[in-house]
């Protein structure tokens, strides 16, 4: 299941990265390949300085070797070694029309001394992160990811759409990062769902993600902006730092094993800014988006 997953992955960054140059027109994405020393690597593949994308990495990565003790603490195991594969997306458009993305798809392996599986799982999922809400985009998004959802069980949207309301949420300041999308991690083997099931599930749900993100892209990618719009697209990625540096499982996964920095930390966006109690003008479509970030909507 790892070498078939992380074909899959390979082959998907490849299909990611190339949709994404031809819809700049401009950038391309630098490829750096990296060794971990204790085991494995991976590519990262960064954009930046493009006509749509500021910035941002479309990475995979397949690492391996002994659980560190503060990761075999956290899941209550003691000697046991893994193999962890995944590809990670972040991409920051310029116009603040355009909403960012996050997008996550992964395999973990868990093994004793023996090199018996253990336990194993796949998680992930794509979330939404927009600076100006438009409705249909947000709708969009989601149908998307019920479409996807839906072939493969009729409760997994409704679930996962939920898990993602909870996961990505800054609790500190008790509001969302985004308007969400899908959410699913440790999906195990059950009566219902195999390991190959879930393989299927993944990797439709991945094969999905250009569908849902590309034509939001390419309907607000022309539109103007103020400076003022700019500004506010700033303070909300601020937002989003926060989130990926305080609460993310795959940032503080990544350090904690002695993770690729460069690559761990490619989610940041490049130009940020923090404000003494930054509010928004009331009525304005600053505040609109506010509100909804502070309680989550049901989009389809």
């Not at 390991?195 to 999905?208: A, C, H, L, R």
């Not at 109690?277 to 989009?299: F, T, V």
Request: charged share 30%; proline share 4%.
């Amino acid at each position: 299941m790892k070498d078939t997953f992380y074909t899959y992955i390979k082959n998907l960054q490849n299909t990611i990265t190339t949709k994404l140059e031809k819809v700049d027109g401009k950038a391309k994405f630098q490829e750096d390949i990296w060794k971990r020393p204790e085991g494995g690597g991976g590519r990262t593949r960064v954009i930046e300085n493009g006509d749509v994308f500021e910035k941002g990495g479309v990475n995979i990565s397949g690492v391996h070797g002994e659980l560190p003790k503060s990761m075999q603490t956290y899941f209550g195991v003691k000697d046991a070694d893994f193999f962890a594969c995944g590809l990670s997306l972040v991409l920051h458009p310029k116009n603040p029309k355009v909403p960012t993305v996050h997008a996550n798809w992964r395999y973990f392996e868990m093994y004793d001394k023996e090199r018996n599986i253990v336990d194993q799982w796949f998680g992930g999922g794509q979330d939404l992160t927009p600076y100006y809400l438009f409705e249909e985009d947000a709708v969009h998004f989601h149908s998307v990811c019920k479409q996807a959802c839906d072939a493969h069980h009729p409760d997994f949207y409704s679930k996962y759409k939920k898990r993602c309301d909870e996961y990505f949420w800054n609790t500190h300041r008790n509001e969302a990062r985004g308007i969400g999308g899908l959410f699913f991690d440790y999906c195990k083997p059950t009566d219902e769902m195999q390991m190959q099931d879930w393989y299927d599930f993944v990797t439709e749900v991945g094969n999905s993600f250009l569908h849902s993100y590309i034509p939001i892209v390419l309907k607000r990618k022309d539109l103007d902006f103020t400076s003022l719009q700019r500004d506010w697209q700033e303070i909300r990625r601020g937002r989003y730092v926060e989130f990926n540096l305080v609460h993310d499982k795959g940032t503080l996964f990544g350090l904690k094993t002695n993770g690729r920095i460069e690559s761990i930390l490619m989610s940041l966006p490049p130009h940020v800014q923090w404000r003494y109690d930054h509010q928004p003008e009331e009525g304005s479509e600053e505040a609109k988006l506010s509100e909804i970030l502070k309680n989550p909507r049901e989009w389809v």
